[in-house]
C-alpha cells in the first residue's frame, strides 16, 4: 500500500463510479480491442488493462489504487491476468471497475486449418519409406495408449465420486486417494437444492457441483476415512423418493484444477454475537449455515464480502478461537458452526466501519479459507517464536493453540507481541495466564508509544530488539518464526531476522 491524497479512498472512487460521469469516453457503448489497439493505451494519461478477457480503461483510477500508480502501470496495455492473481487475486475488479470496462478482447483469428496435425502427420508418413511407417504407426499406437493410460490415472489420482441412496439419505463418495484426508481439507456446502463439495488436495482442488434432483433437508453430515482418503457427504432426502439421478452437473462439476484457478465461493453467515476486546477492537462470531461443512486451518484466513454503497468490497481477515484455552491437556472442541473473528475498528475504514454497523441477526458472506502457512512447519520445531503487530496477533491465536496443544517436541513458545499503547494490547489477560499455567510459554509486549507509568519493554521493531528476545534455547534447537503485523512492520522484521543469521525455512510470514 502507498499514501494516497486526500479525497482518493476506496470510498471516493466508488462515490465517483456512482456519479454517472462517463469513465470510458465510450458513452456505455462496449467495444471489441484487438492486441494491437490494447498495447497503444500504455501511458498513464491513457491505460488499458485486459483481465480475464475483458479490457478497462484504468485511467481515471490511477490515483485510486492502493498499490500506487506504478504497480498498476506493470500491466500498461497488456494482459494483467497473471499479475493480477499475483497480487490481489480476491479483489473484486468486476464490480470495482464496472465503470471503465471498454469491452472484450476481439478473438485471434487461428493461423492453421482445424486438422493441421492430422494433416502434418500424413504428409509426414509419405515422406518416410513403407517398412519405416509401420514402425512410425506402432509407436504411435503404443503412445495414444500410453497417454490415455496417463490421462486415467491422472483422473484417479485427482479423485472420483459415486453415489447411492437409500430411503433416506444420499451418499456421495469421493475416492481422493490421498493420505492424512482430514476435516479441514473438506467444504461442503448445501443450500436450495444445490450442492459443492470441494476437496483440497495440496495446490489443486476437486469439485462435485450439482443441482440436486429432489430437496433436502439443511443438515449434511461429513464421513471421513483419513488413511484411504474416502470421503463420503451424506443428504437427508426431504421427501423418500427414489432419486433417478443425484442431479444436473453444474460448470465446475468434477473438475480437478488449481486452487487459484477457481472464483472464491462465498455462502452468507449470520452474526450472532459481537464482543469488545479492547476500545477499538472487536471479537465477531458468525454463524455458518446449517449445510455448510468448512473448517478454517490454522494460520489460514477467509474473505469477507459487503455490498458499499453499490460496490462489492471484499478484505481478508484470519479466524481466531472465542478465547485462549487454558488447559492444553487435551485440543478444545469446536462446534465448526461458528467463525471468530477478531477485528480493529477503523475510525475512517471503508471495511471494518461497514462491520461495526451490521446488527445482530444481519448476514455476511465469507469466503473458503486460503493461505500458505502448513502446520507441518511447526510440528517438527522446538522453538517457536511469534512476532506480532496490532492486530496480527490474530494467526498467532490459533498457532498458540495448536503448539501447545498438538506439537509435543516444542520446548519453548515465545510471542513478541508489538502495540502502540497498553490499551491497544488484545487478550493481555489471558496472555498472561497462559503464561503462568504453561511454563513452555513466555510473553513479551514491547510498546511503541507508551505511557509514561509503562514499566515495560518500549521501542519499535529492530535488529537490537530482535537480537534481544529472538533466541534458540539451545545452540542447535530447530526454529520457527512466525511473523504478522503492517505490511512494512513485517517486511522489516524478516529482514532483521535474516540478519541475525536465521534463514528463509526458519521464517514464515503471513501476508495476503
Ligand atoms: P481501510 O479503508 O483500508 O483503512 C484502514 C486505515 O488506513 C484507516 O485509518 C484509513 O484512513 C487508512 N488508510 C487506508 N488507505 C490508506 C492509504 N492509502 N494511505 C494512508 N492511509 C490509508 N484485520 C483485522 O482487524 N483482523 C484480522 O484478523 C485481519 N486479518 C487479515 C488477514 C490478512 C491476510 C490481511 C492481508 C489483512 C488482515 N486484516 C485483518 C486487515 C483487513 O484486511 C483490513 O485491511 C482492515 O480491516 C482495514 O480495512 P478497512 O477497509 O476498514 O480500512
Ligand atoms: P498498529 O496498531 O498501527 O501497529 C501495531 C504495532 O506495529 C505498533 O507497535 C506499531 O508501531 C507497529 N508498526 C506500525 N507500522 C509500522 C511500520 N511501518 N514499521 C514498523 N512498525 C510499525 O497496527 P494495526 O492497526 O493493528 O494493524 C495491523 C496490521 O496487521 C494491518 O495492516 C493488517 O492488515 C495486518 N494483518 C495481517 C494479517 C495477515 O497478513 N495474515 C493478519 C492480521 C493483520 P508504530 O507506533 O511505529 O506505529
Known amino acids: ?236 432426502k426431504k421427501d423418500n423418493i427414489h432419486w433417478n439421478m443425484l442431479g444436473q452437473p453444474r460448470e465446475a462439476h468434477n473438475t480437478f484444477i488449481k486452487r487459484t484457478d477457481r472464483g472464491l465461493f462465498f455462502r452468507k453467515c449470520k452474526l450472532v454475537s459481537k464482543a469488545e476486546v479492547t476500545h477499538d477492537t472487536k471479537l465477531f462470531c458468525l454463524m455458518l449455515p446449517k449445510g455448510t461443512h468448512l473448517r478454517v486451518p490454522t494460520g489460514q484466513h477467509v474473505y469477507l464480502k459487503q455490498v458499499i454503497a453499490g460496490t462489492e468490497v471484499v478484505k481478508p481477515y484470519t479466524p481466531v478461537l472465542p478465547f485462549l484455552s487454558l488447559d492444553f491437556q487435551e485440543p478444545p472442541r469446536h462446534d465448526g458452526a461458528h467463525i471468530y473473528l477478531m477485528i480493529k475498528i477503523y475510525s475512517h475504514g471503508l471495511f471494518t466501519q461497514a462491520l461495526d454497523h451490521l446488527q445482530i441477526g444481519d448476514y455476511i458472506s465469507v469466503s473458503n479459507p486460503e493461505g500458505n502457512f502448513k502446520k507441518s512447519q511447526v510440528q517438527t520445531s522446538e522453538d517457536l517464536l511469534l512476532l506480532a503487530g496490532g492486530t496480527g496477533f490474530t494467526p498467532m491465536v490459533k498457532l498458540l493453540n495448536f503448539a501447545l496443544t498438538e506439537v509435543s517436541c516444542l520446548r519453548t513458545v515465545k510471542l513478541i507481541f508489538f502495540n502502540k499503547t497498553e490499551d491497544d494490547i488484545l487478550w493481555r489477560n489471558q496472555l498472561e495466564q497462559l503464561a503462568l499455567k504453561d511454563e513452555r510459554f513466555e510473553v513479551q509486549f514491547i510498546l511503541s508509544q507508551p505511557s509514561k507509568e509503562w514499566v515495560g519493554k518500549q521501542g519499535k521493531i529492530s535488529s537490537s530488539l530482535l537480537s534481544e528476545f529472538v533466541k534458540r534455547s539451545r545452540r542447535d534447537s530447530k526454529v520457527l518464526i512466525c511473523i504478522c503485523g503492517p505490511a512494512p512492520f513485517t517486511e522489516q522484521g524478516v529482514q532483521y531476522l535474516k540478519d541475525l543469521g536465521y534463514s528463509q525455512e526458519e521464517i514464515h510470514a503471513f501476508t495476503a
Request: charged content about 25%; glycine content about 6%; overall charge negative.
Open 1 to 236: 500500500q502507498v499514501p494516497l491524497k486526500p479525497g482518493r479512498s476506496l470510498m471516493d472512487w466508488i462515490r465517483l463510479t456512482k456519479s454517472g460521469k462517463d469513465l470510458t469516453g465510450l458513452k456505455g457503448r462496449l467495444i471489441e480491442v484487438t492486441e494491437d489497439e490494447l498495447s497503444k493505451h500504455n501511458k498513464k494519461e491513457d491505460c488499458w488493462i485486459c483481465i480475464r478477457g475483458f479490457v478497462y480503461n484504468v485511467t481515471p483510477y490511477m490515483e485510486y489504487h492502493p498499490g500506487g500508480e506504478d504497480e498498476l502501470m506493470k500491466a500498461a496495455g497488456t494482459d494483467g491476468t497473471d499479475l493480477f492473481d499475483q497480487v490481489h487475486r480476491w479483489v473484486n475488479y468486476e464490480s470495482m471497475l464496472k465503470e471503465c470496462l471498454l469491452g472484450r478482447m476481439a478473438v485471434k483469428p487461428i493461423a492453421a486449418p482445424k486438422d493441421f496435425k492430422a494433416f502434418a502427420y500424413v504428409n509426414f508418413l509419405h515422406q518416410i519409406p513403407e517398412e519405416e511407417t509401420v514402425v512410425y504407426l506402432k509407436t504411435s499406437i503404443i503412445l495414444v495408449i500410453l497417454s490415455k493410460l496417463l490421462t486415467l490415472s491422472l483422473v484417479f489420482k485427482s479423485g472420483n465420486y459415486d453415489w447411492f441412496q437409500t430411503d433416506s439419505l444420499i451418499t456421495i463418495v469421493i475416492y481422493t486417494k490421498q493420505k492424512d484426508m482430514n476435516a479441514e481439507l473438506v467444504i461442503v456446502d448445501c443450500q436450495d437444492k444445490q450442492l459443492r463439495g470441494e476437496i483440497i488436495m495440496d495446490d489443486h482442488s476437486y469439485l462435485v457441483e450439482v443441482d440436486l434432483d429432489h430437496a433436502v433437508s439443511e443438515d449434511v453430515a461429513v464421513n471421513i476415512a483419513e488413511k484411504v482418503g474416502k470421503v463420503e457427504i451424506i443428504l437427508n
